[in-house]
């Protein structure tokens, strides 16, 4: 396989894609454009195919490697390659975007060819976020993938999608602006940008430090941890239900991809020392941004405060991670956490993500993202309620569905750091149920009142389609985790041998 | 044994593939067809229980294994698994038992409803929920069944949704629940910290040593195993409707009532009781835990048990009335008398079901009008549901030789023995519970059976018994309320390998049905002794009450309501703690999240983040100004700035 440059097609070939769709013409050739943008995304999620079956879990090393001379003078490189974490990405990503093609197929009927070439674009941007191996080019593809999230948001948003766009870009840009101070600190200790050898650098507590808190204001403000969150929920509300779907299920996750390809190794001292602040940081996310979540009355307001509780698992499950071993001793028992917090990044994807694409139908249907203006809608859209009840319970933590591993796997093991952690943890349990269900209950249980409402048709095939593929996701990583924590499972192991070994 | 694996999956596979048929397609399926196909495979799975429990209880038969890896991380491997033994084979029985006749019964009951197909896919997954729950062999597939049945009774609370009352009470049950799960999420990990499996055999064989370290919580002075028992306790009390965890189950009456008989009476509200028993092991290296269990079990028996005695709705009685039978299920597990916990749990199963459903055919028969004071002299429109209907009440309130009397006197006879500390509280409220029972359960069958026919005269002329679809399931139920007791007390608690088998763990210092068993000479002599001892004369003096009180003289409980108006009121709120809960959970929660909405829109978003926009906008238009345009500005600032560079190089 190593003739073929995979890594490469899958940057490339929907960013190509994306580039001949967007000369597709204009909306009365809509169909084409969507035609364009629905190819691209299947020829891309096949060749996720070969890419997963001849990846090679029994071994941490980067896979499907590919390095060519970008900038030779300043030692940049066009590098690639995955491990088990990224892989996992790389294929999450395309199935994203294949969904949100087939789910913006009727809602978007402004712009069509542009829209489509803006997540194309987005796609191969951010797999190549997944994919590089350079430090450089990795900044490149990071920073990219804000201007088509930008337009997206821009054009197609909501009411207050100036200000939401506007917010978001200069929010994570700044964030991100420290983070490419640190990486030409680390050029200077090393020959060149590769992120492998960043790992070897030897770098005094001081450094360690600064490097890390530059990090963590790009990752952060991505994740988003509180208190840099703000952003999110005027994104998300105002950005159209694709936007959302990506925004949720990729763009976060850049920030914990970022924690564990860069803070975790590269300053493993620095992320030991600081982790007590971090995990009360997690915690607040989880605990305060939950109560937070229950006092909404729009609907993707809730969902992306949710989304950032949950994403609070995430960074609880690096950095309890450093409170384990230290009390312990042991690696062994920190998998549980940090696998967890894997587990957590890619059903967070399928559950919110699915959760926004069904406040999309419904919005689709009434223009309103007000809970109050719903109100027995299982009546009118039983097939669309049975859905909606799937990922709710997901978004819940039931057992059986995706939402229950990777919280439950974090719980459990961060009663070894501390049961403190857990019980603020495990609070989650009570408030993600209050604030979902309740959410459920006031938009489709009850009588109909609006005649709004009572015009509501339920699924359409496109709809039924990409919510069908979700569901059974979510079930199959509920039901079998075990074949997502396989694929990880040698590079995880990796990741925190490195993470926990001083590089004083 | 693989055979008994094997076999184990038949009974838990066949309900869930009724309702995957009856779910997924239950647009495109004739209701026939769904119920059909999910009592045909209840049949099936009811057989293979029945083969399993013969296997298991007469060839000594047990398994032990895993089915697949769910995951693995580290060391660490998490399974799902059976555990198939005595006590599972019991319950399994038990549970299809019941699901099978709650199956048939809601095709009468049901059949007029819009969602028929949805609920025979309801109560069939519920099935797979319970069952996964009872075979479990390891916490994290007790989890999966304890969350599945609390997301299904959430489903079928709510199955009328478009009635604001039933889609509240399914909420406030989940919520009550999860309440409880939190407690069970931070037991079963601090399980896997200190025990480092989350399998129970290595668990059980841990105990020991844990106890042996002296092992407490970090910062704490708590032992860890009852912080881990206290823990999942909680859960137990919320599944099991303990209070204060319990008072979600009067308003899961809002679902239909084949799901009350099943769910809220027979099964799941058991869970947190087959629970204690399955760990108890665990909890028998908790003893200040014990005194918990045993306190707040008996607590409940008696205080939930007072409510029934002023509920007018007839569901709501037999639903208080199920509160204060597992208050005596717990209480008898607090008393390490796990074995009369669990007896009690299958006689209850059988005539709390029994119950329930002989309402629903009363409400039926009632036009779906459920307040007693409406009814009276039912007895001879519906002779079926009336006898099947005494029989119940009968062994609900422990008269000899009825199923119910046997249980119940066994776990009052463990608390008795017991000499836990609390124990002689306990004893004291069990006791008095026998009359409280005695007086609601007649209550409602005199008001609902007896005396003065009250319904419209419309009404009247429409009684009739119910089709027998309802009836047999009421017969089929009958017959275990009758007779299980006599036919199980010595297997199930008195004899060595009985039952119960070696499922349970009991430490010889709290063995009371071992110093009860001492006594034991044979359910007769035990129907003969009742007379001689206080319960039974405490459930006939509670019979008598009712009878005087709602026959005799049916103005009496007037006049007590208006004599003893604080003890009335008291009672009618339930003690208070919906009020509570709703003042300090919903409105303060609401108004809290509110408050913290205020701080992060305003202070860190308005403030800080817009406030940073602000501050560079303001700088900007300022710093703006300075830009005039004039070159002698530009010169002056020039000039100005030389000096001061000049000045400082000076000096």
């Given at each position: 396989m190593t003739q073929i440059p995979l890594l490469s097609l899958i940057i490339w070939v929907p960013i190509i894609g994306g580039i001949i769709c967007m000369f597709a013409g204009d909306d009365r050739k809509a169909t084409r454009a969507r035609c364009i943008a629905l190819f691209t995304a299947f020829l891309n999620l096949m060749l996720c195919i070969p890419l997963y079956t001849h990846f090679d879990n029994s071994t941490s090393a980067m896979q499907f490697v590919e390095n060519v001379d970008w900038i030779a003078k300043f030692g940049i490189h066009y590098q690639l390659g995955v491990d088990g974490i990224s892989v996992l990405m790389v294929i999450l990503s395309t199935i994203t975007t294949f969904l949100v093609v087939i789910a913006s197929w009727k809602p978007i009927q402004k712009n069509v060819a542009q829209y489509m070439a803006a997540f194309l674009i987005m796609q191969g941007m951010m797999v190549g976020v997944f994919e590089s191996l350079d430090a450089i080019l990795f900044y490149v593809f990071w920073e990219g993938m804000l201007i088509p999230m930008y337009l997206c948001i821009g054009m197609w948003g909501g009411p207050r999608r100036t200000y939401a766009s506007i917010k978001f870009f200069l929010y994570t840009f700044l964030g991100s602006a420290l983070m490419l101070i640190a990486l030409l600190y680390l050029r200077t200790k090393s020959n060149d940008f590769n992120i492998l050898s960043f790992y070897s650098i030897k770098l005094t507590m001081h450094e360690q430090v600064y490097i890390f808190i530059a990090f963590l204001f790009a990752f952060a403000v991505k994740i988003p941890m509180w208190p840099v969150h703000t952003w999110l929920p005027d994104a998300h509300t105002e950005a159209p239900a694709g936007g959302s779907?990506?925004?949720?299920?990729?763009?976060?996750?850049?920030?914990?991809?970022?924690?564990?390809?860069?803070?975790?190794?590269?300053?493993?001292?620095?992320?030991?020392?600081?982790?007590?602040?971090?995990?009360?940081?997690?915690?607040?996310?989880?605990?305060?941004?939950?109560?937070?979540?229950?006092?909404?009355?729009?609907?993707?307001?809730?969902?992306?405060?949710?989304?950032?509780?949950?994403?609070?698992?995430?960074?609880?499950?690096?950095?309890?991670?450093?409170?384990?071993?230290?009390?312990?001793?042991?690696?062994?028992?920190?998998?549980?956490?940090?696998?967890?917090?894997?587990?957590?990044?890619?059903?967070?994807?399928?559950?919110?993500?699915?959760?926004?694409?069904?406040?999309?139908?419904?919005?689709?249907?009434?223009?309103?993202?007000?809970?109050?203006?719903?109100?027995?809608?299982?009546?009118?859209?039983?097939?669309?309620?049975?859905?909606?009840?799937?990922?709710?319970?997901?978004?819940?933590?039931?057992?059986?569905?995706?939402?229950?591993?990777?919280?439950?796997?974090?719980?459990?093991?961060?009663?070894?750091?501390?049961?403190?952690?857990?019980?603020?943890?495990?609070?989650?349990?009570?408030?993600?149920?209050?604030?979902?269900?309740?959410?459920?209950?006031?938009?489709?249980?009850?009588?109909?009142?609006?005649?709004?409402?009572?015009?509501?048709?339920?699924?359409?095939?496109?709809?039924?389609?990409?919510?069908?593929?979700?569901?059974?996701?979510?079930?199959?990583?509920?039901?079998?985790?075990?074949?997502?924590?396989?694929?990880?499972?040698?590079?995880i192991g990796h990741l925190l041998e490195l993470s926990t070994t001083s590089k004083l | 044994m693989e055979q008994l694996k094997f076999l184990t999956l038949l009974i838990i596979m066949a309900p869930l593939l009724g309702a995957m048929g009856a779910g997924l397609f239950c647009r495109h399926i004739s209701k026939t067809f769904a119920h059909g196909l999910t009592i045909g495979l209840m049949g099936v799975s009811f057989a293979i229980s029945v083969i399993v429990a013969y296997l298991v209880i007469h060839t000594g038969a047990s398994y032990n294994g895993v089915l697949y890896v769910w995951a693995q991380s580290g060391n660490l491997t998490l399974n799902v698994g059976f555990m198939i033994d005595h006590l599972t084979a019991l319950m399994m029985l038990t549970v299809t038992f019941v699901s099978l006749l709650v199956h048939i019964y809601s095709v009468g009951y049901m059949t007029e409803d819009g969602g028929y197909q949805r609920f025979f896919a309801y109560i069939s997954l519920f099935t797979f929920s319970m069952l996964m729950l009872v075979s479990a062999n390891n916490f994290l597939q007790l989890f999966f069944g304890w969350e599945g049945v609390g997301v299904v009774s959430y489903l079928l609370i709510g199955f009328w949704f478009d009635r604001e009352s039933a889609n509240q009470g399914s909420l406030k049950a989940f919520l009550v629940n999860r309440v409880g799960d939190f407690g069970f999420v931070v037991g079963i990990a601090g399980v896997l910290s200190y025990f480092g499996s989350l399998d129970y055999a290595p668990v059980f064989a841990g105990v020991p040593a844990v106890i042996s370290a002296h092992a407490v919580l970090p910062g704490t002075h708590w032992s860890v195993l009852s912080c881990i028992c206290l823990f999942l306790f909680i859960g137990a009390m919320a599944k099991s409707a303990q209070m204060p965890l319990h008072v979600w189950l009067p308003e899961s009456m809002e679902g239909p009532t084949p799901i009350s008989a099943l769910i809220h009476a027979a099964t799941m509200v058991t869970?947190?009781?087959?629970?204690?028993?399955?760990?108890?092991?665990?909890?028998?290296?908790?003893?200040?835990?014990?005194?918990?269990?045993?306190?707040?079990?008996?607590?409940?028996?008696?205080?939930?048990?007072?409510?029934?005695?002023?509920?007018?709705?007839?569901?709501?009685?037999?639903?208080?009335?199920?509160?204060?039978?597992?208050?005596?299920?717990?209480?008898?597990?607090?008393?390490?008398?796990?074995?009369?916990?669990?007896?009690?749990?299958?006689?209850?199963?059988?005539?709390?079901?029994?119950?329930?459903?002989?309402?629903?055919?009363?409400?039926?028969?009632?036009?779906?009008?459920?307040?007693?004071?409406?009814?009276?002299?039912?007895?001879?429109?519906?002779?079926?549901?009336?006898?099947?209907?005494?029989?119940?009440?009968?062994?609900?309130?422990?008269?000899?030789?009825?199923?119910?009397?046997?249980?119940?006197?066994?776990?009052?006879?463990?608390?008795?023995?017991?000499?836990?500390?609390?124990?002689?509280?306990?004893?004291?409220?069990?006791?008095?519970?026998?009359?409280?029972?005695?007086?609601?359960?007649?209550?409602?069958?005199?008001?609902?059976?007896?005396?003065?026919?009250?319904?419209?005269?419309?009404?009247?002329?429409?009684?009739?018994?119910?089709?027998?679809?309802?009836?047999?399931?009421?017969?089929?139920?009958?017959?275990?309320?009758?007779?299980?007791?006599?036919?199980?007390?010595?297997?199930?608690?008195?004899?060595?390998?009985?039952?119960?088998?070696?499922?349970?763990?009991?430490?010889?210092?709290?063995?009371?049905?071992?110093?009860?068993?001492?006594?034991?000479?044979?359910?007769?002599?035990?129907?003969?002794?009742?007379?001689?001892?206080?319960?039974?004369?405490?459930?006939?003096?509670?019979?008598?009450?009712?009878?005087?009180?709602?026959?005799?003289?049916?103005?009496?409980?007037?006049?007590?309501?208006?004599?003893?108006?604080?003890?009335?009121?008291?009672?009618?709120?339930?003690?208070?703690?919906?009020?509570?809960n709703d003042w300090f959970f919903v409105r303060g929660g609401q108004r809290t999240a509110a408050i913290m909405y205020l701080g992060d829109s305003q202070i860190i978003d308005n403030f800080f983040v817009n406030g940073a926009g602000r501050l560079i906008t303001w700088m900007s238009s300022t710093s703006r100004r300075m830009q005039t345009g004039y070159l002698y500005h530009y010169a002056f600032i020039m000039i100005l700035g030389l000096i001061v560079l000049l000045g400082w190089l000076m000096f």
């Open positions: 779907v990506v925004l949720a299920a990729l763009m976060l996750k850049m920030g914990i991809y970022g924690i564990l390809r860069f803070s975790m190794p590269i300053t493993p001292d620095a992320s030991q020392h600081l982790a007590g602040l971090m995990i009360v940081l997690s915690l607040i996310a989880i605990v305060y941004i939950a109560i937070v979540a229950i006092g909404q009355s729009d609907m993707k307001r809730l969902i992306a405060y949710s989304s950032v509780a949950h994403m609070g698992f995430t960074t609880l499950a690096c950095f309890v991670v450093y409170k384990i071993v230290a009390r312990t001793g042991d690696l062994q028992d920190a998998y549980l956490t940090l696998e967890g917090g894997m587990v957590q990044m890619l059903s967070h994807a399928f559950s919110t993500g699915a959760m926004f694409l069904g406040v999309g139908v419904l919005y689709e249907r009434l223009h309103s993202r007000e809970i109050g203006d719903y109100g027995g809608v299982a009546h009118k859209m039983p097939l669309f309620a049975a859905f909606f009840m799937l990922f709710a319970l997901a978004n819940v933590g039931l057992p059986g569905t995706s939402g229950f591993v990777g919280e439950f796997l974090i719980i459990l093991g961060s009663f070894k750091a501390s049961y403190v952690i857990t019980l603020f943890a495990a609070t989650t349990l009570v408030l993600s149920a209050v604030y979902t269900l309740w959410l459920y209950k006031r938009v489709f249980f009850g009588v109909v009142t609006r005649k709004e409402v009572e015009s509501m048709k339920d699924l359409e095939l496109p709809e039924y389609l990409v919510l069908g593929i979700l569901a059974f996701l979510v079930l199959f990583i509920g039901l079998y985790p075990n074949a997502l924590l396989k694929t990880f499972h040698t590079s | 869970a947190g009781v087959f629970m204690v028993a399955r760990l108890s092991p665990l909890y028998q290296g908790a003893p200040a835990i014990q005194t918990f269990i045993l306190v707040i079990g008996a607590t409940g028996a008696l205080f939930t048990g007072l409510i029934a005695i002023v509920q007018n709705d007839i569901k709501r009685v037999v639903a208080y009335s199920t509160l204060s039978q597992l208050g005596y299920m717990m209480a008898a597990a607090g008393a390490s008398a796990y074995a009369a916990s669990i007896f009690h749990l299958m006689t209850h199963a059988a005539f709390k079901a029994l119950l329930f459903l002989g309402a629903g055919s009363v409400i039926i028969a009632m036009h779906h009008d459920q307040d007693l004071r409406n009814m009276g002299g039912l007895k001879k429109y519906m002779p079926i549901t009336y006898i099947t209907f005494l029989i119940g009440t009968l062994s609900l309130s422990g008269i000899p030789p009825f199923s119910g009397f046997f249980s119940k006197d066994a776990i009052i006879e463990a608390v008795k023995f017991s000499t836990i500390p609390g124990a002689s509280y306990a004893y004291i409220c069990v006791l008095l519970g026998c009359f409280v029972t005695g007086l609601y359960s007649f209550r409602a069958l005199f008001m609902a059976f007896h005396g003065e026919e009250r319904m419209s005269h419309e009404l009247k002329h429409h009684l009739q018994e119910s089709p027998w679809v309802v009836w047999l399931p009421l017969v089929l139920l009958a017959i275990p309320s009758l007779i299980q007791g006599y036919f199980m007390i010595e297997p199930m608690l008195f004899s060595a390998q009985g039952y119960l088998g070696s499922s349970i763990n009991v430490l010889p210092q709290n063995n009371v049905l071992g110093l009860m068993a001492e006594e034991f000479k044979g359910p007769w002599h035990m129907i003969l002794g009742s007379f001689t001892s206080l319960p039974c004369y405490f459930a006939l003096l509670g019979a008598f009450t009712a009878w005087f009180a709602y026959i005799k003289q049916p103005d009496f409980p007037g006049r007590c309501a208006q004599r003893f108006s604080v003890m009335y009121s008291i009672l009618i709120n339930k003690y208070g703690f919906d009020m509570f």
